[in-house]
């Protein structure tokens, strides 16, 4: 089992950043593939990145390409989000996800682990 826990979600106004980090405790050795989706009210989960924590390898939705950051902090068994020039339409629930693999997924479904989610909202 894999316990994971995100934080800094919040309130930012349009054109902010914020960061947000998934710490992962339990079964966390070899490699897999840690990942980020949201889920909007209404509105289906989405994929927003992915990281190997093996080969550091990483992966965007196209619409978050150039504007948010994944990376990893093996030592510390966490996860981050750097998200930059937050528009409004990108509030959601940020959701942390681990797949047992180190094929990387934009799927859902596709992750075995979940994290409960933090909210980000963003203020026009």
């Known amino acids: 089992q894999v316990q994971l826990v995100e934080s800094g979600g919040g309130l930012v106004q349009a054109g902010g950043s914020l960061r947000l980090s998934c710490a992962a405790s339990?079964?966390?050795?070899?490699?897999?593939?840690m990942g980020w989706f949201r889920q909007a009210p209404e509105k289906e989960r989405e994929f927003v990145a992915a990281?190997?924590?093996?080969?550091?390898?990483?992966s965007y939705a196209d619409s978050m390409k150039g504007r948010f950051a994944i990376s990893r902090d093996n030592a510390k068994n966490t996860v981050y989000l750097q998200m930059n020039s937050l528009k409004p339409e990108q509030t959601a629930v940020y959701y942390c996800?681990?797949?047992?693999?180190?094929?990387?997924?934009?799927?859902?479904?596709?992750?075995?682990?979940w994290g409960q989610g933090t909210q980000v909202t963003v203020s026009s």
């Open positions: 990281i190997s924590t093996s080969s550091g390898r990483t």
């Open positions: 996800s681990c797949r047992r693999s180190v094929l990387q997924s934009t799927t859902s479904g596709n992750y075995d682990y």
């Open positions: 339990g079964r966390t050795y070899g490699g897999y593939t």
